[in-house]
């Protein structure tokens, strides 16, 4: 039997940052929108079936763009197995409600959660992701920090006073896809929703439960859309990439 691997793609967000007017997800970059360029990248490696796997795509979203994305995919996707749910308050119970429709999977399937907003991400970053999963329970994408970090105090005043500096050599920052084995990341959303626990990032939840994290080859320019100053690096990006032609399948 054939090994599944779903790639879960929360698109639930309210985009607050971005301002007023259309969703972040279908801010148009360099022709495409968004979540079009998303979830090409990983239509990309599900098509060539990589490592020989049997992968699907749950899409975690709202009400207001269910519909849209439903026929965006059933345009440029259709030859894909893809599923749909409304998202939660917050990342984890959406993340929890797109685990919920996984309902065929074995203990050691692969599940890679990967956020709708990061849509400069590469076909390399996640079969490094992939690849990790073969040997290890989780896998993160990650890049070192390039920047000068400081611990600081927040004093009565207001004011912020620095602390520390630590090494930065010892830090990097995380980014997506997150990639677990499916019995990993039930346990670790089923502890979080149970026990009231919040996280931004899926492997917090795997480092609760004990589980050993690997971060896996990232890159920089794999930035979440968050305010329109992304939205002018991210076609910039594009551009350097040759892929500012209107999204095609």
Same mark, same amino acid.
């Given at each position: 039997?054939?090994?599944?691997?779903?790639?879960?793609?929360?698109?639930?967000?309210?985009?607050?940052?971005?301002?007023?007017?259309?969703?972040?997800?279908?801010?148009?970059?360099? !022709?495409?929108?968004?979540?079009?360029?998303?979830?090409?990248?990983? +239509?990309?490696?599900?098509?060539?079936?990589?490592? !020989?796997?049997?992968?699907? #795509?749950?899409?975690?979203?709202?009400?207001?763009? #269910?519909?849209?994305?439903? =026929?965006?995919?059933?345009?440029?996707?259709?030859?894909?197995?893809?599923?749909?749910?409304?998202?939660?308050?917050?990342?984890?119970?959406?993340?929890?409600?797109?685990?919920?429709?996984?309902?065929?999977? =074995?203990?050691?399937?692969?599940? $890679?959660?990967?956020?709708?907003?990061?849509?400069?991400?590469?076909?390399?970053?996640?079969? +490094?992701?992939?690849?990790?999963?073969?040997?290890?329970?989780?896998?993160?994408?990650?890049?070192?920090?390039?920047?000068?970090?400081?611990?600081?105090?927040?004093?009565?005043? !207001?004011?912020?006073?620095?602390?520390?500096?630590?090494?930065?050599?010892?830090?990097?920052?995380?980014?997506?896809?997150?990639?677990?084995?499916?019995?990993?990341?039930?346990?670790?959303?089923?502890?979080?929703?149970?026990?009231?626990?919040?996280?931004?990032?899926?492997? +917090?939840?795997?480092? $609760?439960?004990?589980?050993?994290?690997?971060?896996?080859?990232?890159?920089?320019?794999? $930035?979440?859309?968050?305010?329109?100053?992304?939205? =002018?690096?991210?076609?910039?990006?594009?551009?350097?990439? !040759?892929?500012?032609?209107?999204?095609?399948?």
């Amino acid at each position: 039997m054939e090994r599944k691997c779903y790639f879960l793609i929360p698109a639930a967000g309210s985009g607050t940052r971005m301002g007023a007017g259309l969703p972040k997800l279908m801010r148009n970059v360099e !022709g495409s929108p968004v979540i079009l360029r998303t979830l090409g990248a990983i +239509a990309e490696v599900c098509r060539k079936r990589y490592s !020989g796997l049997d992968y699907r #795509i749950i899409l975690v979203t709202t009400n207001d763009l #269910i519909d849209t994305l439903k =026929a965006m995919c059933s345009e440029y996707f259709s030859d894909i197995n893809i599923s749909f749910t409304l998202g939660g308050a917050t990342r984890t119970e959406s993340v929890s409600k797109g685990i919920g429709l996984i309902t065929d999977a =074995a203990e050691d399937d692969f599940v $890679l959660v990967h956020d709708g907003a990061r849509c400069l991400i590469t076909e390399e970053e996640i079969t +490094a992701c992939i690849d990790g999963l073969m040997v290890h329970e989780v896998c993160a994408s990650a890049v070192p920090v390039k920047n000068t970090l400081k611990q600081v105090e927040v004093l009565p005043s !207001g004011e912020v006073k620095v602390i520390s500096t630590p090494d930065r050599s010892g830090f990097y920052e995380i980014l997506t896809p997150q990639g677990f084995r499916y019995g990993g990341i039930r346990k670790c959303y089923d502890k979080a929703i149970n026990e009231g626990i919040t996280a931004t990032d899926d492997t +917090a939840l795997a480092e $609760l439960l004990g589980l050993e994290v690997i971060l896996t080859k990232g890159l920089y320019s794999n $930035l979440k859309i968050t305010t329109p100053e992304d939205i =002018a690096i991210a076609s910039e990006i594009v551009r350097s990439r !040759g892929e500012s032609e209107p999204f095609h399948d």
